[in-house]
């Protein structure tokens, strides 16, 4: 089996946490690298283990992303509407299981970043207020689920022939792919060996002849993520050699009512310029603070420095690492969703 490497690689995620803070993303790429091997140091494996955990909020998203891909990596021929009943089991189950996760405490020394892989960051920094976030989380999740079941966009990749599904989020299923086939699926080289991962829930060639671009949004109706829907235009441009100028993006937000649950995403082609400049300005930065930019090395972590304490902090998983963990948590009622793709 050929070793791991850690390479440079760009995604919307990866560009979202540099952004914010250098610092979550030296330990979400550099200094957890490695922390599931025997020779791990305590912080490798601690900051391996920090990055696996979930919340509440990422929790909800999952949970429903999942069971849909899922639903439509596996539907038969003859099904033209989704398994509601399937995919609210499948959500509820799947949001569940990561609450009874229980592996360690803010403090442990972490022998083993496996136990316990995925739990929530709430439950490890044991914020007293848990059981309040997740009957907030619950609801949440049922309230998504009641507008998946309303939603006319949820039933449009059902109603389409496989061959009009141009792209589904890749899943790790028995009877769909493996985990390592899944990240294949989502990685492209590009011709001047750039590396980008990608992956939009849904492509659907449209009756219209256009080639639409669905993503699901699981948290508050806000301003729309253009460059997000961008970026996977970029992706699937390369990945599947589909003009820009035929793709139409939507997000769908299934907490918003049914007349405006449909932000639609137009203007691509400038989008797509504006994508792989932020590409260019991220990678220049990276490989600049990087001890070996060929190796990919980051020896020096203060050339990736911490931003002021503040709320990004307190949303951040690795707080313990940083010596913030005192700062808390945002309220309960936060609804920013912090998952990462690659």
Same mark, same amino acid.
């Given at each position: 089996?050929?070793?791991?490497? =850690?390479?440079?690689?760009?995604?919307?995620?990866? !560009?979202?946490? +540099?952004?914010?803070?250098?610092?979550? +993303?030296?330990?979400?790429?550099?200094?957890?690298?490695?922390?599931?091997?025997?020779?791990?140091?305590?912080?490798?494996?601690?900051?391996?283990?920090?990055?696996?955990?979930?919340?509440?909020?990422?929790?909800?998203?999952?949970?429903?992303?999942?069971?849909?891909?899922?639903?439509?990596?596996?539907?038969?021929?003859?099904?033209?509407?989704?398994?509601?009943?399937?995919?609210?089991?499948?959500? =509820?189950?799947?949001?569940?299981?990561?609450?009874?996760?229980?592996?360690?405490?803010?403090? %442990?020394?972490?022998?083993?970043?496996?136990?316990?892989?995925?739990?929530?960051?709430?439950?490890?920094?044991?914020?007293?207020?848990?059981?309040?976030?997740?009957?907030?989380?619950?609801?949440?999740?049922?309230? =998504?689920?009641?507008?998946?079941?309303?939603?006319?966009?949820?039933?449009?990749?059902?109603?389409? !022939?496989?061959?009009?599904?141009?792209?589904? !989020?890749?899943?790790?299923?028995?009877?769909?792919?493996?985990? =390592?086939?899944?990240?294949?699926?989502?990685?492209?080289?590009?011709?001047?060996?750039?590396?980008?991962?990608?992956?939009? %829930?849904?492509?659907?060639?449209?009756?219209?002849?256009?080639?639409?671009?669905?993503?699901?949004?699981?948290?508050?109706?806000?301003?729309? %993520?253009?460059?997000?829907?961008?970026?996977?235009?970029?992706?699937?441009?390369?990945?599947?050699?589909?003009?820009?100028?035929?793709?139409?993006?939507?997000?769908?937000?299934?907490?918003?009512?049914?007349?405006?649950?449909?932000?639609?995403?137009?203007?691509?082609?400038?989008?797509?310029?504006?994508?792989?400049?932020?590409?260019?300005?991220?990678?220049? !930065?990276?490989?600049?603070?990087?001890?070996?930019?060929?190796?990919?090395?980051?020896?020096?972590?203060?050339?990736?420095?911490?931003?002021?304490?503040?709320?990004?902090?307190?949303?951040?998983?690795?707080?313990?690492?940083?010596?913030?963990?005192?700062?808390?948590?945002?309220?309960?009622?936060?609804?920013?969703?912090?998952?990462?793709?690659?």
């Amino acid at each position: 089996m050929k070793a791991l490497e =850690n390479e440079i690689a760009w995604s919307w995620s990866r !560009d979202k946490i +540099y952004r914010r803070c250098k610092r979550e +993303y030296y330990w979400a790429y550099y200094g957890s690298w490695g922390g599931w091997e025997d020779g791990a140091t305590p912080t490798q494996r601690k900051a391996r283990f920090l990055k696996k955990l979930s919340d509440v909020n990422r929790l909800v998203g999952d949970a429903i992303h999942t069971p849909i891909a899922k639903a439509l990596h596996l539907r038969s021929p003859a099904e033209r509407t989704p398994p509601f009943q399937q995919i609210t089991g499948e959500a =509820n189950e799947a949001f569940e299981h990561v609450v009874r996760l229980n592996g360690w405490r803010i403090g %442990d020394v972490i022998t083993d970043p496996s136990r316990g892989m995925g739990q929530l960051a709430e439950r490890y920094y044991q914020l007293p207020d848990l059981d309040e976030r997740l009957a907030l989380a619950r609801v949440k999740l049922g309230a =998504n689920l009641d507008g998946l079941r309303q939603s006319l966009y949820a039933t449009i990749p059902f109603r389409h !022939d496989a061959r009009d599904l141009l792209w589904v !989020d890749p899943v790790e299923h028995p009877a769909i792919m493996s985990r =390592n086939e899944a990240m294949q699926a989502k990685r492209l080289t590009l011709d001047d060996g750039t590396l980008l991962y990608g992956s939009p %829930d849904v492509v659907v060639k449209g009756t219209d002849g256009l080639v639409h671009i669905i993503d699901w949004k699981t948290g508050r109706l806000s301003s729309p %993520d253009d460059l997000q829907i961008g970026a996977y235009a970029f992706f699937i441009q390369r990945k599947l050699d589909v003009p820009l100028d035929t793709m139409r993006g939507h997000l769908v937000h299934f907490l918003a009512p049914s007349e405006h649950q449909v932000v639609p995403i137009d203007g691509l082609v400038e989008k797509v310029a504006l994508v792989r400049s932020m590409v260019g300005e991220f990678l220049a !930065d990276l490989r600049a603070r990087l001890t070996d930019p060929q190796l990919n090395r980051a020896d020096d972590i203060e050339r990736f420095p911490m931003i002021e304490p503040g709320p990004t902090c307190m949303r951040c998983s690795y707080r313990e690492l940083c010596g913030r963990a005192a700062l808390g948590q945002p309220p309960a009622e936060d609804d920013e969703e912090r998952g990462e793709t690659a």
